[in-house]
């Protein structure tokens, strides 16, 4: 019986090439599908990945592809991951969901931390959601096992942990356009459910968010009720399906109430104190300085603070200011803010993931919270 191998070696083509030419992939070129297509034909061959083809690709005997797809312990973990990146790149399915259920579980849901713009300085917000959902997993009789995300084949760290029964499912947070933390966890049939979602095109996976377009209709609505017209937007560069919906909404606000957006109004941003300062500044000395800054995240809104704070600025009289999170930091110095229910939102995230492992998912397992907003001086003045 002819095997992938077989078929490359026909056509005189890598195996990975003869794999895609099958699959009709259109990085392939014309002439070479037409080759290894007709070698296929020769010899009667179906694509139908194997484990031999695994071991083939690999370079490894069959025997230890068996042996890494069910994490023996005689198999190295340098040779497991060369087996798990084979498999991945010929789309065979490990169906861990179906072993897991057949042994007893790992007791263990997996949360990666994430680099932050600024190492030095922690999420507050995501501290308290991870807080939440360690609380929420023991009430299930489950642990949260947090692991650090790598910079390089992120998506990677997530098979090998649940490959390895060491986790039964993960929530996973900063999803972005086509993550492929969500593509590989899906060609796995991982259990997984996410911390945003629900403005990720097409989005088929399981997941509680929180509606940001409408966090910043709440803003923008208010500085808008107290008169104000030269609204300014710090945020974060586009790229990322949160962040990117915020500013649409701005723009979405102002167009609504026929207020010519101004070119210089919106400041991008990391999430780090001296860029924000930054861009304050960036926006105070434009040419048409805004009377109000709605900033996406608190951090942002503490930098240009700093900076207004530094040049004499009042805050509220001179320009309003507003931040996003409700960081306790915001209420300390009265900064209005877009409060996230994340005691909601994390009970919410842990219910659905049980229903993904346990392979009875809940009838609503894509919910969003609506956010509130939480007035303070920075906007509306002392009283």
């Known amino acids: 019986m002819a095997t992938l191998k077989d078929i490359a070696l026909r056509a005189d083509v ?92 790992a007791g263990i849901i997996g949360y990666s931390w994430h680099v932050a713009d600024d190492p030095s300085r922690m999420n507050n917000l995501l501290d308290r959601f991870i807080y939440q959902v360690t609380m929420a997993a023991e009430q299930h009789h489950y642990h949260l096992l947090t692991f650090v995300q790598p910079q390089m084949n992120a998506d990677g760290v997530y098979e090998t942990l649940i490959s390895t029964t060491r986790v039964d499912g993960f929530i996973i947070s900063d999803v972005g356009y086509e993550d492929p933390r969500i593509a590989r966890l899906l060609a796995m049939n991982a259990p997984f459910a996410a911390f945003g979602g629900m403005y990720t095109p097409e989005a088929d996976f399981a997941y509680a968010d929180v509606d940001g ?37 701005y723009r979405t606000c102002l167009k609504e109430a026929g207020i010519q957006l101004q070119p210089d109004w919106i400041a991008h941003t990391p999430n780090v104190l001296l860029s924000a300062s930054a861009a304050a500044q960036q926006l105070m000395n434009s040419k048409h300085p805004p009377t109000a800054i709605v900033c996406t995240n608190d951090l942002m809104a503490f930098g240009a603070r700093a900076y207004l704070d530094g040049v004499g600025l009042r805050i509220p009289e001179d320009v309003a200011l507003s931040g996003y999170d409700d960081d306790p930091t915001s209420e300390f110095l009265g900064i209005t803010s877009v409060h996230q229910p994340i005691d909601e939102i994390a009970p919410t995230l842990v219910e659905i993931l049980l229903g993904e492992i346990n392979e009875e998912p809940l009838p609503e397992r894509q919910v969003v919270f609506l956010p509130s907003l939480r007035v303070r001086h920075s906007t509306a003045g002392a009283g």
């Not at 030419?21 to 070479?32: F, I, R």
């Not at 497991?80 to 084979?86: G, P, T, Y």
């Not at 803003?219 to 937007?233: Q, S």
């Open 14 to 105: 890598p195996m990975l090439t003869a794999f895609h030419a099958l699959n009709n992939d259109e990085s392939v070129d014309p002439e070479t599908r037409r080759k290894v297509q007709a070698a296929a034909a020769a010899l009667n061959y179906s694509l139908k990945i194997t484990q031999i083809d695994i071991a083939h690709l690999a370079d490894v005997a069959k025997g230890t592809v068996s042996y890494a797809l069910n994490n023996s312990d005689l198999i190295k973990p340098a040779t497991r991951q060369k087996v798990l990146e084979a498999a991945q790149a010929l789309g065979y399915r490990l169906n861990v969901t179906a072993r897991n259920l057949k042994t007893s579980r």
């Open 213 to 249: 377009k409408y966090g910043i209709k709440l803003v923008m609505d208010h500085l808008m009720g107290l008169g104000h017209e030269r609204i300014a937007l710090m945020t974060r560069i586009p790229g990322l399906p949160y962040a990117d919906v915020r500013e649409e909404s």
